[in-house]
């Protein structure tokens, strides 16, 4: 019971903060407003952590040290998990299983934060939270490049089912495929958010 709660505890500590993490970086990637509260929070929780990799060089809105901190995070946190259940894959498969874990989560968020903004233009088209501008935002870039492929039929805008079809094709392809591939089962799985 003990064994199983601190499974508990140290899994969801660890996939809260490499969400957190993986959310610094989209954001600070869509260049989303520094300056809006939610955005300010994410920054002040993460800054501990990716302080340390902040000598990874930032190329435009690219930064390098918050997607390193985020597959490290990952990757000591399933490490420890499985260290406990008395065994650890090797490291090549470890670091592997945490990259594809890092981007498993940031096509989650971009998921949700494409479904929260379809949902808030339907309920509420004006609305001015800082949760629904940052949803924009976020979404906004990712819906772009289908935009240029879909043009808008008369008020109707094909483009966020383009991108729901994108994301389903590379959790499938290049997120979960390969992971199996490299011999994650379902059980270890569950010790990486992104792919469990």
Known sequence: MEANLIFYVLNTAVAVIVALVCLRFLLQLAQANFYNPISQGVNRFTAPLTAVFSGFPTIGPFNIGILVAAIVIQAVGAGLCLLLLGGIPGVAQLVIWSVLSVFGVMINLVFYALLGMIILSWLAPNASHP??????????PFLAPFRKIVPNLGGLDLSPILLFVAINLLEAMVIRGPARAMGLSQTIAQFFVGIG
Do not use: I
């Not at 629904?132 to 976020?138: G, R, W």
């Open 131 to 140: 949760g629904a501008e940052l949803l924009y935002q976020l979404s906004e």
